[in-house]
């Protein structure tokens, strides 16, 4: 029979493919979300995708009383914890806010999931908690300095779980660093839609090519980089999701815990990626070269050699496919779910 599997933020932006990749997998995903930052017409999208009914619950990991109810009426045998908020500069402006939501959250579903025998967990981090790196590649064994509110809270869930599991070992834990997630569905189906003005760059760019935006602002070109402009290891999101169910398996090999880079391995930069996207869509991206944002690392990409080795995952989708398949899904979807 096949395994249920309790996706929070499921019906967000990572999560929701990773429930593509749950179902062709053999999987059934289980959809917790309070909605926050997502839309609930993703589900009639992910219906036709998988050609399933996933079923969403709606409410808030912080709510023990519905947690402990979803447990007893469903055979969960593992969690997958994206529901999380994930914007630096709300998280500068009102750290009590992700603590909670971030932190506590974490907390009350790790508690929840103790009470019902459930400890298969994987959990959404991210290349955050690594601050400003000594040099590139980053492996996970580099010292963790997280530099904001919201990188503080994904460092502290990291810790609040290393040490469940070094007091209760039958735990399976995956603490999953992310890199940088862009990208869409080949369907063009699902994909991102920021709520407001973007503030990353793969979302902004989509928004200048389809009109929405005039001019992208590149921040900062004189950083010590070949072209001047920031390089991130961007990640396709369904290599992300790809990436989630090889964490699965491995968890279910053997109890332990297992802290991985999802990423390429790969730096490209500002430039690189509007070239990549203006090849992609036939669309021209203008834009302007100003200061550098404050807060910003002028260079970083991760080392995913232990997700290869540990997971036998590898990302297999490159730059240029990232792109279109982001203005696959953004020019059938100018205002996201609403279209
Ligand atoms: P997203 O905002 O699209 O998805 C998160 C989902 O969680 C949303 O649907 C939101 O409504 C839901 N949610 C938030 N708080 C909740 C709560 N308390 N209870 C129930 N649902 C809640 O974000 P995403 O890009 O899909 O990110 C998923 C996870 O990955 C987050 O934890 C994020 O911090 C982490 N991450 C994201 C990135 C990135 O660049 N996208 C990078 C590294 C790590
Ligand atoms: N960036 C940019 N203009 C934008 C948004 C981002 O030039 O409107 C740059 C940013 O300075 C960084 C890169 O694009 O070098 C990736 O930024 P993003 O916010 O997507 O990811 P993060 O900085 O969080 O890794």
Not at 97 to 110: F, Q
Not at 147 to 174: C, F, N, T
Not at 241 to 261: C, D, F, I, K
């Amino acid at each position: 029979m096949s395994e249920l599997i309790l996706v929070t933020g499921g019906a967000g932006f990572i999560g929701s493919h990773t429930c593509v990749a749950l179902v062709a997998a053999g999987y059934t995903p289980v959809i917790l979300d309070n909605l926050g930052n997502s839309d609930v017409r993703v589900l009639r999208r992910l219906a036709t995708i998988t050609g399933k009914t996933i079923e969403f619950i709606e409410g808030d990991v912080r709510d023990r009383a519905l947690l402990d109810r979803l447990f007893r009426e469903h055979a969960i045998a593992a969690v997958m914890h994206f529901a999380g908020l994930k914007a630096v500069g709300d998280s500068v402006a009102d750290p009590l806010h992700y603590y909670d939501n971030n932190v506590n959250g974490t907390l009350v579903l790790a508690a929840a999931m103790r009470a019902a025998g459930v400890k298969t967990l994987i959990f959404s981090s991210s290349a955050t908690v690594y601050g400003e790196p000594e040099s590139s590649p980053i492996p996970e064994s580099a010292p963790c300095r997280p530099e904001s509110p919201y990188g503080h809270s994904k460092r502290m869930v990291e810790q609040m779980l290393a040490d469940l599991h070094v007091a209760q070992p039958d735990w399976r834990i995956a603490l999953l660093r992310y890199f940088n997630p862009v990208g869409a569905h080949q369907s063009g189906l699902i994909g991102e839609h920021p709520q407001g003005k973007p503030n990353n760059l793969m979302p902004y760019v989509c928004q200048v090519a389809v009109g929405l935006r005039d001019r992208l602002a590149v921040h900062g070109g004189d950083y010590p980089t070949p072209d001047g402009t920031g390089v991130r290891d961007y990640v396709h999101v369904m290599d992300l999701a790809e990436g989630h169910v090889a964490a699965l398996s491995h968890a279910a090999l053997a109890p332990g815990l297992v802290t991985v880079n999802l990423g390429t391995g790969q730096g490209a930069s500002v430039l690189d990626v509007v070239k990549a996207f203006e090849l992609a869509s036939g669309q021209p991206i203008a834009y302007d070269i100003g200061p550098r944002r404050a807060g910003d690392v002028p260079a970083y990409w991760g080392d995913p050699s232990l997700a290869h080795s540990t997971l036998r995952w590898k990302a297999r989708r490159g730059l240029q496919q990232m792109c279109e398949d982001s203005w696959r899904w953004q020019k059938s979807n100018p205002k996201g779910y609403g279209n």
